[in-house]
């Protein structure tokens, strides 16, 4: 009999940075207040790793954006990237 094949999920997106309220000082400076990183999937992720089993990465686009080919290709292959191992 073979083994349950665990359902490995790669989740990329549905994340943002969103910049704070604008103050506007002044036409010559404008200025952000408040930098926040939101993972808008995140009940969706939870969901995806209440299954049973189940090995979920969810990171932001622009990570996968900057990995090399290689590291690329390792991810899809079920491995995590060798630069996330050092």
């Not at 704070?20 to 408040?34: I, M, N, W």
């Not at 790793?49 to 590291?71: F, K, L, N, T």
Request: hydrophobic share 35%; proline share 10%; net charge negative.
């Amino acid at each position: 009999m073979s083994s349950p094949v665990t359902p490995r999920i790669w989740h990329v997106g549905n994340w943002c940075i969103q910049l704070g309220q604008t103050y506007v000082e002044s036409p010559f400076k404008s200025e952000k207040k408040d930098v926040e990183v939101l993972n808008y999937a995140q009940p969706f992720v939870d969901a995806l790793r209440a299954i049973p089993g189940a090995e979920v990465i969810s990171q932001p686009s622009w990570e996968m954006y900057h990995m090399s080919p290689d590291a690329f290709d390792e991810r899809l292959n079920g491995r995590p990237p060798s630069s996330l191992l050092m």
